[in-house]
C-alpha cells in the first residue's frame, strides 16, 4: 500500500521503517529540511537499538521529502505522528496537527484516502481533523478533492524498544466511524497482525508471539484507550512509591512488597518499581491532557492528579536524602549517573536527571552527570545549566560528596565500585531505581541509599 507519514520524531520515524520492512511503499515528511537531508544520507536524528540497521533493509520502499506536494497525492494512508506539546494549562498544542491536516486536504488527490491520527490527541480530535479536510478542499474544482475518512490508530511505543513494539505489539487498536477506513487499516496490519513478515534477524520474533489482537472501535474510544492506558501505568508507578514510603517508615523492603503484590495475576509485576518516579514524553503530557479534558467536561480525575503530584513528590526526595544524609548541600559536589529518562533512549524530555540537576544547582551544589548516550543531546538542549558532563563514571566520582544513580543503564550494575569509592570524597551512592546490588556495594565501602 501507499503510506505517507506526516512527522519524523520517534514515533513517526519507527512507524515509517517498520511499515516500510513489512512491504508498503512508505514516504516519511517532515518539515524540517535538515532532519530531512539527514535522513536521505542515512544519519538519524534519534537514538534507538536497531532503527539504523532496520532502516538500511527497509530503504528500497521508503523515500524521505519536505515536500506535501511529493508525499501526499500517491498517498492511501495518511499518518499524522506531528508533535502535540503541552501547553501551560496541560492541553496538548494542536497547530502542528492543524497545519498537517490543512496540507493534506489541500494536496490530496482524487480517490479514497485515510487520514489516521497517530499523534496522541484529545478526544474529540478525530472529528476536528475531518472538519479541517473539509474545509481545506473547499473551492477545489469539481472531481479533483479526495474523499477523506478519518481514524485513530494510537502508539504504544515504548522508547528503548519502539521497533521490538511496533512489529510485535501487544495489540493494535484502530478507531473509525467509517467501515471502509477500518478496512484499509486491518490490510495494511495484516502482516502484522498474522505475523507473517519474515522477522530481522537482530529482532527476532518472540516464541509467543504468534498473532497479534486488533480491537476495532469508534474514533473517541480510540482516542480515550491511549489516554487511559497511560495514566494507568502512571498510576501504578506512583502507587508503589506511595507505598513506599510507608514501607521506609515501618522498616519494610519495598522491593520485596513490589515482587509479593505484583504476583498476583490481577496486578502485574511491570511499572512496579519504586524509585524517582516517571519522565518522558508520554505519562506528564498525557495525564495532563486528561485531567484538562475532562475538565471542559465538567469532571475531576483525583486519582489521576494525586498520580503527578506524587511523582513530582519523587524528586524533591533525592535533595531530601542527600541533605539528611550531607547535612549541608551548598558547596558540595553530586554526581548523576544517567540523563536520558529511561535507558536506550537519549530523550530528555521531563526527564528526572535533569530536574533533579536544577534542584541541586538552585541550592549551591556543583553537579556532574555521566551518560552513556545522552550528553550531546544534553548540551544541545540545555546548554545554560551548569552541568559537568564526564567521560566516564569514574571521571564524574572524583571528588564527589555523593553519586545518584538516576537512570538504570545497564552498564552502571557492573561498574568497578571499589574503585569508585576510592575516588570519591564520601563514599555515598543514592540508588533513585533500585537497580544496583546492595550487598556488592557496601563490600566495595560505598554507603547505600535508596529512594523508597
Known sequence: MQVAIIGTGYVGLTTGVCLAFIGHQVCCLDTDEAKIRALKAGKIPIYEPNLSELLEEASPNLRFTSSYAEA????EIIFIAVGTPPTPSGAPNLEYLSQAARSIGQHGAAGFKVVVNKSTVPIGSGNWVGSLLREACEGREAGTSPEFAVASNPEFLREGSALHDSLYPDR????????????????????????????????PRPDTVYAVPLVSTDLASAELIKYAANAFLALKISF???????????????????????????????????????????????????????????????IVEAARKLNSRQRDRVVEKLLHELKILKGRTIGLLGLAFKPNTDDLRESPAVEIAQKLVDRGVRVRAHDPIAVERF??????????????????????????????????RDLDWEAIAKKMRTPVILDGRHFLDRDKLARAGMRYLAIS
Open 72 to 75: 501526499i497525492p500517491s498517498a
Open 172 to 203: 493494535i487498536v484502530i478507531g473509525a466511524d467509517e467501515t471502509r477506513a477500518l478496512e484499509v487499516l486491518y490490510s495494511l496490519y495484516r502482516p502484522i497482525l498474522d505475523q507473517t513478515f519474515s522477522a530481522p534477524t537482530y529482532l
Open 379 to 412: 548540551h544541545r538542549e540545555h546548554a545554560g545549566m551548569p552541568v559537568q558532563t564526564c567521560e566516564n563514571v569514574c571521571e564524574t566520582a572524583e571528588g564527589c560528596d555523593a553519586l545518584v544513580l538516576v537512570t538504570e543503564w545497564s552498564e552502571y
Open 240 to 302: 508503589i512509591n506511595e507505598m513506599g514510603l510507608l514501607a521506609e517508615r515501618v522498616g519494610a523492603n519495598i522491593t520485596e512488597v513490589a515482587r509479593g503484590i505484583g504476583l498476583d495475576s490481577r496486578i502485574g509485576p511491570r511499572f512496579l518499581s519504586a524509585g524517582i518516579g516517571w519522565g518522558g514524553s508520554c505519562f506528564g503530557k498525557d495525564t495532563a491532557a486528561l485531567i484538562a479534558t475532562a475538565s471542559e467536561y465538567g469532571l475531576n480525575l483525583p
